[in-house]
């Protein structure tokens, strides 16, 4: 027993354990989640955050340990938020032929979450710190986190507010669109991208691969206006 109590109080030190163990995890999710046959409340990521969020629990490791060792996957944010890039470049015809809904959408989309997150936690007596941690949300975590720091917020609280957008647009969206009636993939795509980032892009590949594509869409151009527009709301309300 003395010689496992070592061996754990090294590994846990090691940052290459945790990043293992975030590997692993999500494997492990997207196994459960494939056995649950892709069931929309079975989100790998959803399931990963719970079973990681369990274990940093249970070895009381301090997220700063845990984060030493997971920042390589942080890093890599950065790449993913270039290759956003690359739908929109695959995707150029059926952006010229929908661009006029696409823009409508996308302003709806875009405007409708910022400043109804805004102005519900002013109306909740939040301080602006954490108004401007949280309004950001419903775009890609690289780009939130970014305008989160760039205007003062909590990047960490963006962090969390954005996986949580994520997973609930995720789990809804499927359900949502059919009492709704919306059977074109396109639009199902373009509305989850929009509202739920990378993780509802995640869902929308696994339902449909065209509404994938369109969701990748929606994400990368929802990013580049909402770098935009969160600044010019945060300015006007506070």
């Known amino acids: 027993m003395r010689d496992a109590a070592g061996i754990w109080s090294y590994l846990s030190t090691e940052p290459l ?10 494997l492990l999710a997207d196994w459960i989640s494939r056995l649950a046959g892709r069931n929309a409340l079975a989100n790998p990521v959803l399931i990963a955050v719970c079973l990681l969020a369990a274990l940093i629990w249970l070895t009381r490791t301090s997220y700063q340990t845990y984060f030493e060792g997971a920042q390589f996957i942080h890093f890599l944010l950065g790449p993913a938020t ?11 015809p059926a952006i010229r032929k929908f661009a006029a809904p696409m823009l409508a959408a996308l302003v709806a989309g875009s405007v ?6 805004a102005l519900l936690s002013m109306a909740f007596g939040l301080p602006e710190q954490i ?9 890609t975590a690289p780009v939130a986190i970014g305008i989160s720091e760039a205007l003062g917020g909590l990047p960490t609280l963006t962090a969390v507010l954005v996986i ?14 059919n009492v709704l009636k919306i059977r074109d993939w396109r639009a199902r795509g373009f509305a989850v991208g929009v509202a739920a980032h990378g993780i509802g892009t995640a869902r ?3 339902v449909n691969e065209v509404a994938g594509a369109f969701a990748g ?10 770098s935009v527009l969160v600044p010019v709301v945060i300015a006007a309300l506070l």
């Open 17 to 26: 354990w945790w990043l293992s163990c975030t590997i692993l995890v999500y």
């Open 82 to 92: 270039v290759a956003l890039a690359v739908p929109l470049h695959a995707n150029l």
């Open 112 to 117: 409708a979450a910022v400043v109804s997150t």
């Open 131 to 139: 108004i401007v941690s949280i309004s950001p949300k419903s775009t």
């Open 164 to 177: 949580l957008t994520g997973i609930i647009g995720a789990v809804v969206v499927t359900p949502l669109m």
């Open 204 to 206: 929308a590949f696994q």
């Open 217 to 226: 869409i929606g994400m990368a151009l929802n990013a580049l206006l909402t």
